[in-house]
């Protein structure tokens, strides 16, 4: 390879490296709808029909029989060549489906109370769920309490 060759080319590895670095440094705050992912052909696809998940409270008319402990669960998904919104609603499912894997683990049958717990910074709401997205990572985090609710 000549010199300039070789100059060029580390110029455009050097380039790609730092746009690389300035997109991944990109942590964009978006609040989501939670209605529109649950109703989603894949949250219903994937999500278990006899486990409930309640948004920042308990469900309406609804008691706990029984506590089985309170949880988090941080996912992050590849985000690169997908819209943000898109990228969010997958790593909403994959902290949903960890839940899902809590409350079977623990003989339960809903998470209550959940709440985005990004950097441990607790946001409640039932109509929202708060994502961070950046050039290659989303990621959501969430709180909630695996229990059994009273029939």
């Known amino acids: 390879m000549k010199k300039g060759m070789l100059t060029t080319t580390a110029l455009a590895l050097t380039l790609g ?4 670095g300035n997109a991944q440094a990109r942590d964009t705050k978006l609040m989501l709808s939670i209605e529109e992912a649950m109703s989603s052909a894949d949250f219903q696809e994937k999500l278990d029909a006899t486990i409930t ?15 089985h402990g309170n949880y988090t669960s941080n996912k992050k998904t590849n ?11 997958w790593a909403l499912l994959s902290a949903l489906l960890s839940f899902q894997d809590r409350v079977r683990s623990e003989g339960g049958n809903a998470v209550v109370n959940l709440e985005s717990y990004y950097k441990a910074n607790p946001m409640i709401s039932t109509t929202e769920y708060e994502c961070h997205a950046g050039g290659i990572i989303a990621g959501v985090a969430l709180r909630g309490d695996v229990v059994t609710l009273a029939p």
């Not at 490296?17 to 690389?20: F, R, Y």
């Not at 985000?79 to 609603?89: I, L, V």
């Open 17 to 20: 490296l730092l746009a690389a």
């Open 79 to 89: 985000a690169f060549g997908k819209s943000d919104e898109a990228a969010c609603r």
């Open 53 to 67: 998940f309640s948004f920042g409270g308990l469900p309406a008319g609804k008691s706990i029989g029984e506590r």
